[in-house]
T-cell receptor, first 112, second 112 residues
Framework: GDSVTQMEGPVTLSEEAFLTINCTYTATGYPSLFWYVQYPGEGLQLLLKATKADDKGSNKGFEATYRKETTSFHLEKGSVQVSDSAVYFCALPYNQGGKLIFGQGTELSVKP | DTEVTQTPKHLVMGMTNKKSLKCEQHMGHRAMYWYKQKAKKPPELMFVYSYEKLSINESVPSRFSPECPNSSLLNLHLHALQPEDSALYLC???????????FGSGTQLSVL
């Protein structure tokens, strides 16, 4: 069945460091792919999305490229800030939407 | 208005109590969702309403009873819960089932 695998955390970085969070997926067809972020004490927010192969989603300095050949959607940011500390979830829709399949989540902690 | 509003933010209840969680959105979305999230885990889908009709029930125990009185409101009625039901309950909405989800901040539920 469809699934999402994320790199395990927690990930601890210093401010201005480069961030990569790996995400790979297994799916029938070519679904849209999403990154959601959950800040402490809050719900999930859509960070970025890509709807087809080779699409690059970007938002708030974060980027991810939909790679069909490697079935990956890795999240990157060139220079993280303390305010980026959160849990990041990779996700894909299942059954024509209505259900999101999430990865296990990666907790990011950025130190000053 | 791009918010999904959930009330209450926190709820403590005994195993014999009856309580309700409420969710409201005014974005004209026609799909609404309940998710359950345990600490440091991804959200798990419970229910999906599409055009005010229940379209997905992920085999949720009957002690959880969803209700969608109109296109803007979604309730989750709770009765005879167990301590293991303690979790963050997230409401979400989307324009249709296939669109990106907007999440509320959640209700943190503790069952004693």
């Amino acid at each position: 069945g469809d699934s999402v695998t994320q790199m395990e955390g927690p990930v601890t970085l210093s401010e201005e460091a480069f961030l990569t969070i790996n995400c790979t997926y297994t799916a029938t067809g070519y679904p849209s792919l999403f990154w959601y972020v959950q800040y402490p004490g809050e719900g999930l927010q859509l960070l970025l999305k890509a709807t087809k192969a080779d699409d690059k989603g970007s938002n708030k300095g974060f980027e991810a490229t939909y790679r069909k050949e490697t079935t990956s959607f890795h999240l990157e940011k060139g220079s993280v800030q303390v305010s980026d500390s959160a849990v990041y979830f990779c996700a894909l829709p299942y059954n024509q939407g209505g259900k999101l399949i999430f990865g296990q989540g990666t907790e990011l902690s950025v130190k000053p | 208005d791009t918010e999904v509003t959930q009330t209450p933010k926190h709820l403590v209840m005994g195993m014999t109590n009856k309580k309700s969680l409420k969710c409201e959105q005014h974005m004209g979305h026609r799909a609404m969702y309940w998710y359950k999230q345990k600490a440091k885990k991804p959200p798990e889908l419970m229910f999906v309403y599409s055009y005010e009709k229940l379209s997905i029930n992920e085999s949720v125990p009957s002690r959880f009873s969803p209700e969608c009185p109109n296109s803007s409101l979604l309730n989750l009625h709770l009765h005879a819960l167990q301590p293991e039901d303690s979790a963050l309950y997230l409401c979400a909405s989307s324009l249709t089932r296939a669109e990106k989800l907007f999440f509320g901040s959640g209700t943190q539920l503790s069952v004693l």
